[in-house]
């Protein structure tokens, strides 16, 4: 299995506030858990800074593994060209 297969929502107890990931096309920060959810985060939204904007993912949605809270490394990761529909894998789900 390689960094892009790994499944958060099988690992969601491993994610910790602050880790940054791809999800989706963005890039988001975990910020807290949903209160009385137990898989929601609430995240803050990379656009050029972070910005809260009320947004929650499933630990399903996020891809690959944490990176840097740097705003090099998240130029980067936003650069990236995004999967084809050929190469999209279906999401995890629930066990």
């Known amino acids: 299995m390689n ?4 499944c958060w929502y099988t690992r969601r107890n491993e994610l910790e506030p602050g ?9 988001v920060k ?4 949903v209160a009385g959810d137990g898989t929601k ?5 990379w656009h050029d800074g972070w910005c ?9 949605d996020l891809e690959g593994t944490p990176m840097q809270d740097d705003r090099a490394v998240i130029a ?3 650069a ?6 050929s190469e ?3 999401p995890c789900a629930p066990e």
């Not at 975990?30 to 858990?33: A, G, I, V």
């Not at 985060?41 to 939204?45: A, E, P, Q, T, Y």
């Open 3 to 6: 960094s892009q297969d790994i």
């Open 19 to 27: 880790q940054v990931f791809r999800c989706q096309g963005s890039v």
């Open 76 to 78: 980067a990761a936003l």
């Open 41 to 45: 985060w609430n995240v803050l939204d």
């Open 88 to 90: 999209l894998v279906e």
């Open 30 to 33: 975990l910020d807290n858990r």
């Open 52 to 60: 809260s904007w009320g947004s929650e993912i499933e630990p399903g």
């Open 80 to 85: 990236l060209k995004p999967a084809s529909p």
